[in-house]
């Protein structure tokens, strides 16, 4: 009898350790992160690719699946990712099966200025370096040589930007040491005298109506210069 209750004994605590080890492989598979997904939103998806975010991810001292889910940081882990100078910002979900899903939305180049070394002016007005994936076609800005300069020069970029004629035509900003800034257009051979930014908006308006006239008499080719630093006019100089 004394064996037999042996053996009931050593067959209990087997399937007491079995239980247990089943158990806590369950509760292990159920906390762990399952899947990490990427996702590139917006228009600007060309800058850094999935595989060198997800190499962002493996170099950080905590590679995402190999943390619990239940004490994975999504805050510090969209920190992270926003600290890349391709990138605008993040955002990281997780669902209760444990698929990570983390939305990324990346700069977004203006111009490219030309500079030891060149770099994008975002959207932002900020610096953002060169891509090693993507060279964006974009406007060039020559002569920038101070955050000032940049400044100066943002505001006219912005205003580029949002018109669809300039944002077509425009190909080079220039700006001297006195912060006068002019520019050249796509298949235009003359160069635009902008001057400073003061009344901006009446000069590119007096510009676009210059422009559509000269064309519709074919007189483009003509002037070397158009000047638009003189008050409610264009001055052409051929």
């Known amino acids: ?15 007491v350790v079995l239980f247990l080890y089943a158990f806590t492989s369950i509760r292990n598979n159920d906390s762990a992160i399952r899947s990490v997904n990427i996702d ?42 926003s600290d890349n100078a391709m ?12 698929d990570l899903r983390i939305e990324i939305e990346q700069r977004s ?13 975002d959207q932002q007005g900020k610096r953002m370096p060169l891509s090693e994936e993507y060279s964006a076609r974009v406007l060039l800005v020559h002569g920038v040589d ?3 300069y940049l400044k100066a020069v943002y505001k006219l970029l912005k205003a580029i930007d949002a018109d669809a004629f300039l944002k077509l035509y425009t190909t080079d900003l220039m700006i001297d040491a006195d912060q006068q800034i002019s520019m050249r257009l796509r298949d235009c051979s003359f160069e635009v005298l902008i001057g400073d930014l003061e009344r901006l908006d ?37």
């Not at 990138?87 to 444990?98: D, F, P, T, W």
């Not at 210059?210 to 052409?236: E, G, P, S």
Request: with cysteine; glycine share 2%.
């Open 1 to 15: 009898m004394r064996k037999h209750w042996n053996y009931i004994k050593g067959l209990i605590l087997l399937t």
């Open 87 to 98: 990138i605008e910002s993040a955002e990281a979900y997780l669902n209760v099966k444990g």
């Open 202 to 238: 009446q000069k590119i308006k007096n510009f676009k109506a210059f422009y559509q006239k000269a064309k519709k008499d074919k007189l483009l080719k003509r002037y070397k210069t158009v000047n638009l630093k003189f008050n409610q006019q264009v001055v052409c100089i051929k």
């Open 109 to 121: 180049p203006l111009a490219r200025v030309v500079a030891n070394p060149s770099y994008y002016i």
């Open 146 to 148: 101070s955050e000032s």
């Open 40 to 81: 590139f939103i917006g228009e600007n998806t060309l800058y850094i690719s999935k595989a060198n975010v997800d190499k962002m991810l493996i170099q950080n001292h905590e590679y995402v699946q190999c943390v619990d889910k239940e004490i994975l940081d999504l805050k510090a882990l969209e920190i992270k990712i």
